[in-house]
């Protein structure tokens, strides 16, 4: 959607694998050309693989806070993106 400025995946991996939802949202994001910045919390069943996946790909994380945490780092993630624009 053009009109998305970001991007929050909030994961919790019980009985779904963590690492199998990070490479399809990875395949995702380079097949489609995403270019909107992503911020991930994703915990569960294989989370430290997920995580290698979304670090190779530079997301911000959220790896053991609370998913509160993780949208304090997307508002920052904003912020940065917006000073960036008026500097």
């Not at 694998?17 to 994001?29: F, H, K, P, S, T």
């Not at 290698?52 to 790896?63: A, H």
């Amino acid at each position: 959607n053009k009109s998305t400025d970001y991007v929050f995946v909030n994961v919790f991996g019980g009985i779904n694998n963590c690492a199998d939802m990070a490479e399809g949202i990875a395949r995702a994001y380079t097949e489609l050309g995403i270019r909107k910045p992503v911020v991930v919390k994703s915990r569960g069943f294989n989370q430290e693989q997920g995580w290698s996946i979304y670090e190779k790909l530079g997301f911000p994380q959220t790896k053991y806070g609370t998913t509160d945490e993780a949208v304090q780092t997307l508002l920052k993630v904003k912020e940065a993106r917006q000073n960036e624009y008026i500097n």
